[in-house]
């Protein structure tokens, strides 16, 4: 018997056997089109925004340099990056100050002279310079004070939480640059040297000399 069905299946037209698989094509049609269809209508996912984070910290110092005639001290605004960190921020601002003044003004580092280290001990900070702060300062009593007090008025006016500054020179604390300010102990801000009205305007700047209020 079962031999009779299948002669009988083989005698049936090609095109009635194909009629199964055409079915099958036509249903996998049709629910491919409902697929792609409802794909076309999806709203599209919207991209999550990345942040524009800025790869280093802006921030706006004062900076003390000489005036033309090598008297006084006057300041200069200028934004510094790399502030992620206060030391940092520490290390650009007397870096920026040995780079000199954008205007009229006058160094009051030579520029010749690199700095070596920077140290904050609670409010002491230690500044160590190369031998060319000494060999390249063209020496004075004025020119001397002028080094001194805009490297420190500089730091203080900027972190009032530093409130000493002691000079190094190759790693060694010095007594004198040129002879004229004795630098044994650590240096008080004094704003006695900047010209009147040139100064930031704060507390900072009414202290007296030695820093006390």
């Known amino acids: 018997m079962a031999i009779k069905n299948r002669q ?7 095109g009635r056997r194909l009629i199964p698989w055409l079915i099958l094509v036509v249903i996998l049609f049709i629910v491919g089109l409902v697929i792609g269809t409802l794909q ?82 609670d409010s002491l900070v230690q500044v160590d310079f190369s031998r060319d702060l000494i060999d390249a300062h063209p020496g004075g009593t004025q020119s001397e004070l002028l080094t001194v007090y805009g490297l420190t008025d500089t730091l203080a006016v900027n972190f009032p939480h530093l409130r000493q500054v002691q000079i190094l020179v190759e ?11 004795d630098l044994r102990q650590p240096v008080y801000p004094d704003f006695s040297l900047v010209e009147e009205g040139a100064a930031p305007i704060g507390r900072m700047n009414s202290l007296p000399a030695g820093g006390e209020e």
């Open 8 to 14: 009988a299946e083989k005698q049936k037209p090609l």
């Open 40 to 121: 076309i209508g999806k709203a599209p996912e919207k991209a999550v925004p990345v942040a524009d984070v800025p790869s280093q910290s802006a921030r706006e110092v004062f900076l003390y340099f000489a005036s033309g005639d090598g008297q006084t001290l006057l300041a200069e605004s200028r934004q510094i990056t790399g502030c992620e960190l206060d030391e940092d921020c520490l290390r650009e601002t007397v870096q920026a100050l040995i780079s000199g003044p954008s205007g009229d003004m006058v160094p009051i580092l030579p520029s010749r002279t690199t700095l070596q280290n920077l140290t904050v001990v």
């Open 171 to 181: 790693g060694t604390p010095v007594t004198t640059l040129k002879g004229h300010v």
